[in-house]
C-alpha cells in the first residue's frame, strides 16, 4: 500500500489498516510540520530577547501505531524528526511496524516498540528529556484510558494529537456511557459534533488540570466517523485555576432546542492574587422561556476557542502548497476553510433545517435568513460540522423573530396543538431584528457574481489559491 511517501507491506487481518484515514495522516502531517515551525520561531523570539534558547530533540510518540504507516510517513515527511516511536501491544502489528520499518529505510529514525501504550508514557514522563515533542493518540473508539499519561509525557508546550471514533458515545446516543469515559454528559441535536469536540477538550483539559497543567487548543476538527483535536500542553498552577471559567454546562431545551450556556465559573483578579467565583444559579428556568418545555442538563464542554483561525489558515497553506503530498489535501482544504470562517468565539449553533422544521414550514434560504440578523449587527457564520449551521451571537429570540416573520408568507402545514412548533408560533415578536427586512434577488446576484463566499460570511475566503 502506497501513502504519500511511505510504502507499506500489509497482510489483512495483521495490524488495523483504513485507508479512509488518508484524510486524518495528511491532516496530522501538516499540522506537525506548522507546530515545529512554530517552535522554532518561538525559540528564535527566546533568543532575540536574550532568553537561553531551547534545544528541542523533535521526538514523537505514536502510542497506537497498527502498521507503522503514519509513524513512517512522519519520519518521512516531515523535516528534521530525531526519532519517531512507533509502539502498539500487539506482537503481529509490532511485526508488521519493524518490517515496514526496514522496506521503507527509516532505521535510523522509527523505533518499534512493543508495550502498553499508557505504561510507556508513564515511563516517559519520569525524566524530562524522555518525555515527547509529540504525542499521538488514534485508538479504536475513545482516547480516554490514554489521556492521564498523555498529558504527563508530552513537554512544555508540547503538542498532544488525539482522535475519538466513538462518536454515538459523544454525540447523545449514549449520554451515560460518555460521563463514564470523559466527566461530561453529551446532548443530542445538530451541533452534537461540535459538542462532541468540545467534550473531548474538556476531558483532556481536567486530566491535564490533575498535574497543574493545562491545554491550549489549536485544531479541533470533526470529520467522516471522528473527531481530531491538537492542543498544546503547559505547566502552570495559577493558570490552571482558569480551568472552570474556560468550562460551560449546557442547558437544552428538550422541545425546541434553545440552549444557554453556563460557566462553571468565573475568576476575578484582585491586585496580585485571583479569586475563583462558583456561577451562581441556572440560566434558565426549568421550563423554556420560549416553548414550555423541560431543559436537559449537559457538559460540562470546552467553552472557549477550540481552534486557532491563524494556525488553521497556516496549516491550510501547508497542504495546499504541497498537492503532490497529500492525496486528501482538496477535501481537507475544503474543510479547513470552512473551519477558518467560523465564528470563533461562538460555542454551538443552531441549524436552519431544524428551525423549519419545527415549525412545519419551507426552509428558508441562509441568505434570507442571514439578512435581518446582520442588518441588525449581529454576527453570523457556518459551521464545518454543518452546511446548515446558524452560528451567531445573536439571542435565539432573533432567530423566532425571523421565522414568524417567514411564516408569514409561506404557508405552516398543520402543527399539533402543543408542540413546540406551535408555542412558538403563538409567542409575541420581541423585535430584536426586522424579520421583514430581506436581500433582493439582485442583490444576492450581484454577491455572488462578486465572489465564492456570500457577504453574510464573517470572514471573506482567504487568498489560497
Ligand atoms: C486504530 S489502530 C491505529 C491506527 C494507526 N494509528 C494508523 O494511523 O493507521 C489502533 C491500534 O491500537 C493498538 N492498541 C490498542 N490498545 C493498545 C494499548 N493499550 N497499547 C498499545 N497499543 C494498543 C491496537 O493493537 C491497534 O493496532
Given at each position: 500500500l502506497k501513502e504519500g511517501k511511505a510504502e507499506v507491506l500489509h497482510k489483512p487481518g495483521e495490524a488495523f489498516y483504513n485507508p479512509a484515514q488518508v484524510q486524518n495522516r495528511d491532516l496530522s502531517i501538516a499540522v506537525l510540520r506548522e507546530f515545529f515551525k512554530l517552535r522554532d520561531e518561538e525559540a528564535a523570539s527566546k533568543k532575540k530577547d536574550g532568553k537561553e534558547e531551547e534545544k528541542h530533540q523533535r521526538r514523537v510518540l505514536e502510542g497506537l501505531s497498527a502498521t507503522g504507516l503514519r509513524a513512517i510517513r512522519y519520519a518521512k515527511e516531515i523535516e528534521g524528526l530525531t526519532e519517531v516511536v512507533a509502539n502498539d501491544f500487539s506482537a503481529a502489528a509490532v511485526e508488521s511496524i519493524d518490517r515496514n520499518v526496514k522496506h521503507n529505510k527509516v532505521e535510523e529514525i522509527v523505533k518499534a516498540s512493543h508495550a502498553d501504550a499508557s505504561l510507556l508514557m508513564h515511563k516517559a514522563k519520569q525524566v524530562e528529556k524522555d518525555k515527547f515533542d509529540v504525542v499521538d493518540l488514534d485508538p479504536y473508539g475513545s482516547a480516554t484510558p490514554f489521556l492521564d499519561a498523555a498529558v504527563q509525557a508530552v513537554n512544555e508546550g508540547g503538542l498532544l494529537a488525539v482522535t475519538c471514533t466513538d462518536l454515538a458515545v459523544l454525540c447523545g446516543n449514549h449520554s451515560e456511557a460518555c460521563f463514564a469515559k470523559y466527566g461530561c454528559t453529551s446532548l443530542r441535536g445538530k451541533h452534537c459534533h461540535e459538542l462532541a469536540i468540545r467534550i473531548v477538550l474538556s476531558s483532556i483539559e481536567s486530566h491535564a488540570n490533575r498535574y497543574k497543567r493545562h491545554i491550549v487548543p489549536l485544531l479541533g476538527v470533526y470529520m467522516d466517523f471522528y473527531v481530531r483535536v491538537f492542543v498544546r500542553v503547559y505547566t502552570s498552577a495559577s493558570a490552571v485555576k482558569w480551568s472552570a471559567s474556560k468550562q460551560s454546562m449546557v442547558f437544552q431545551c428538550t422541545g425546541c432546542g434553545a440552549y444557554h450556556l453556563q460557566p462553571l465559573g468565573k475568576v476575578v483578579e484582585r491586585g496580585n492574587s485571583i479569586k475563583f467565583l462558583p456561577s451562581l444559579g441556572p440560566p434558565v428556568g426549568e421550563l423554556c422561556e420560549l416553548c414550555g418545555y423541560k431543559h436537559q442538563l449537559g457538559g460540562p464542554m470546552w467553552s472557549q476557542p477550540y481552534f486557532q483561525p491563524e494556525f488553521v489558515g497556516r496549516?491550510?497553506?501547508?497542504?495546499?502548497?504541497?498537492?503532490?503530498?497529500?492525496?486528501?489535501?482538496?477535501?481537507?482544504?475544503?474543510?479547513?476553510?470552512?473551519?477558518?470562517?467560523?465564528?470563533?468565539?461562538?460555542?454551538?449553533?443552531?441549524?436552519?433545517?431544524?428551525?423549519?422544521?419545527?415549525?412545519?414550514?419551507?426552509?428558508?434560504?441562509?441568505?434570507?435568513?442571514?439578512?435581518?440578523?446582520?442588518?441588525?449587527?449581529?454576527?453570523?457564520?457556518?459551521?464545518?460540522?454543518?452546511?446548515?449551521?446558524?452560528?451567531?451571537?445573536?439571542?435565539?429570540?432573533?432567530?423566532?423573530?425571523?421565522?414568524?416573520?417567514?411564516?408569514?408568507?409561506?404557508?405552516?402545514?398543520?402543527l399539533k396543538e402543543g408542540s413546540p412548533g406551535f408555542r412558538l408560533l403563538q409567542q409575541e415578536s420581541k423585535h430584536i431584528v426586522d424579520p421583514d427586512f430581506t436581500v433582493t434577488a439582485e442583490q444576492r446576484k450581484e454577491d455572488k457574481a462578486s465572489r465564492s463566499t456570500p457577504k453574510y460570511m464573517p470572514n471573506p475566503t482567504p487568498d489560497w489559491g
Open positions: 496549516v491550510r497553506a501547508q497542504l495546499w502548497g504541497d498537492q503532490a503530498g497529500f492525496a486528501s489535501y482538496k477535501r481537507v482544504c475544503g474543510l479547513l476553510t470552512a473551519l477558518e470562517e467560523e465564528l470563533v468565539d461562538q460555542p454551538l449553533f443552531y441549524d436552519l433545517s431544524v428551525l423549519a422544521s419545527l415549525l412545519n414550514v419551507v426552509c428558508p434560504s441562509n441568505a434570507a435568513f442571514a439578512a435581518p440578523l446582520l442588518k441588525a449587527g449581529y454576527r453570523l457564520s457556518h459551521s464545518h460540522t454543518s452546511p446548515m449551521a446558524m452560528k451567531t451571537d445573536a439571542p435565539v429570540e432573533a432567530l423566532w423573530d425571523i421565522m414568524r416573520g417567514w411564516v408569514k408568507d409561506h404557508p405552516v402545514k398543520k
